[in-house]
């Protein structure tokens, strides 16, 4: 059955980190009783191999895995794929080309709230694992251009990658140490809103703790999410 | 592909209850990096008649859409079938008799943690939904039986069913107020410990909230899922 307007989670990475996309699928949809929310269908399956890993070529790459997970949704009758981990998106397009349904980029989806909030003159701090940030993932990505402001090696070393394996491990504490420095130092150098380019990142990381305005992608994705499916289902009930 | 130890959450009802359960799975998963934590196949749709309703007879049964939700989760390959909300286990057997899948059913983990932690003699209060109640989903379950304190129908139709129903409308601060003023009542009255036999309810009622210790039903079901699906995992290492 392949309801209409029904959102395909293509989750896992981590597993927090699409607990927490739903949850702001549900936040952003405006109801008063269960049956006013969107149908999610969420295949969380974290036997995915590395994704940073693979991007510098020392580990298997996570695509075949992404497909079979991706392919769960298909079966199970999901009409949209979205995917809430940034770095999975470097694979993006090949999984777009198996899956053969409607997909949702996450980086578009916080592209456009980052343009809509700072403007293409304001300086924007990004904040993601390395391999979204070497492979270009933000940065390379959408026009107009935006003026980045990113993270230095140093950073990258001491505070934002081991505060995104923090998160993972469940140390939230010490996940949440280190990345409101690395934010702290982004506003230092002049950053006046910061993308949270990780899904982890979030979820220790939120507006009251971070010295500027932040861009959450998850949140983005989750909104985007949200209007496809009502968009959908309203579509279904005009053409009844 | 049926991979060993894929848990299936039917969820939706409502879907914060599905994100609950979604996290203390995460929770309850001895894990360091995504890999570790267990896999999971969720179908919130929460287009599900109600449920209470189709128990006094006013509404239409909510089994079809139970079942093609169940079945959504049945091609996406899972394992297991497991329901976060305690009122859907009215439909527990016939469920099972379709879905030919092994499922783990909500008020018997939640029972016998009330069993370890309050054993037969104490006084349980149980707080959960008027189907919940009156069906005996609870009180008629397990042997031996538990010494069980209930809501009265003033109880039920100013607290309780008003608390349950502000958790699905987002009104966070009103579930609490009211939910705990439930439980204090039944507090009052004797009861040692309370189960929370409703998945909204943990989402707004826990431990330091509560007057008493609580049996978190929600909590009790993603324990007794993780344990399901590490011991098939092992299963499948051990005969390789």
Same mark, same amino acid.
């Given at each position: 059955?392949?309801?209409?307007?029904?959102?395909? @989670?293509? +989750?896992?990475?981590? #597993?927090?980190?699409?607990?927490?996309?739903? $949850?702001? @699928?549900?936040?952003?949809?405006?109801?008063? @009783? *269960?049956?006013?929310?969107?149908? @999610?269908?969420?295949?969380?399956?974290?036997?995915?191999? *590395?994704?940073?890993?693979?991007? $510098?070529?020392?580990?298997?790459?996570?695509?075949?895995?992404?497909?079979?997970? +991706?392919?769960?949704?298909?079966?199970?009758?999901?009409?949209?794929?979205?995917?809430?981990?940034?770095?999975?998106?470097?694979?993006?397009?090949?999984?777009?080309?198996?899956?053969?349904?409607?997909?949702?980029?996450?980086?578009?989806?916080?592209?456009?709230?980052?343009?809509?909030?700072?403007?293409?003159?304001?300086?924007?701090?990004?904040?993601?694992?390395?391999?979204?940030?070497?492979?270009?993932?933000?940065?390379?990505? +959408?026009? #107009?251009?935006?003026?980045?402001?990113?993270?230095?090696?140093?950073?990258?070393?001491?505070?934002?990658?081991?505060?995104?394996?923090?998160?993972?491990?469940?140390?939230?504490?010490?996940?949440?140490?280190?990345? $409101?420095?690395?934010?702290?130092?982004?506003?230092?150098?002049?950053?006046?809103?910061?993308?949270? +380019?990780?899904?982890?990142?979030?979820?220790?990381?939120?507006?009251?703790?971070?010295?500027? #305005?932040?861009? *959450?992608?998850?949140?983005?994705?989750?909104?985007?999410?949200?209007?496809?499916?009502?968009?959908?289902?309203?579509?279904?009930?005009?053409?009844?």
């Amino acid at each position: 059955m392949r309801d209409a307007g029904v959102v395909g @989670v293509l +989750g896992g990475m981590g #597993p927090l980190a699409t607990v927490d996309f739903l $949850r702001k @699928v549900i936040v952003a949809t405006p109801a008063q @009783v *269960d049956q006013d929310h969107v149908p @999610v269908l969420a295949s969380s399956i974290p036997q995915v191999p *590395d994704r940073t890993a693979a991007f $510098r070529g020392v580990g298997e790459s996570p695509l075949p895995a992404l497909v079979a997970s +991706g392919q769960r949704l298909v079966r199970a009758g999901a009409g949209l794929i979205v995917i809430p981990c940034n770095t999975a998106h470097l694979w993006f397009e090949p999984l777009a080309d198996t899956l053969r349904l409607p997909m949702l980029h996450l980086v578009d989806a916080a592209l456009a709230e980052a343009r809509a909030l700072a403007g293409t003159r304001a300086r924007i701090g990004l904040l993601g694992t390395e391999a979204t940030l070497a492979s270009g993932l933000y940065t390379g990505r +959408g026009r #107009p251009g935006l003026r980045w402001l990113l993270p230095t090696d140093t950073e990258m070393a001491r505070l934002v990658t081991p505060g995104i394996w923090a998160v993972k491990a469940g140390d939230t504490a010490a996940a949440t140490a280190l990345l $409101r420095q690395a934010a702290q130092a982004l506003a230092d150098r002049g950053a006046e809103t910061i993308v949270l +380019g990780c899904t982890e990142i979030p979820l220790v990381l939120d507006m009251a703790l971070s010295p500027v #305005p932040v861009i *959450d992608a998850t949140a983005a994705l989750a909104r985007r999410s949200v209007a496809w499916s009502l968009e959908q289902v309203a579509l279904v009930a005009s053409a009844a």
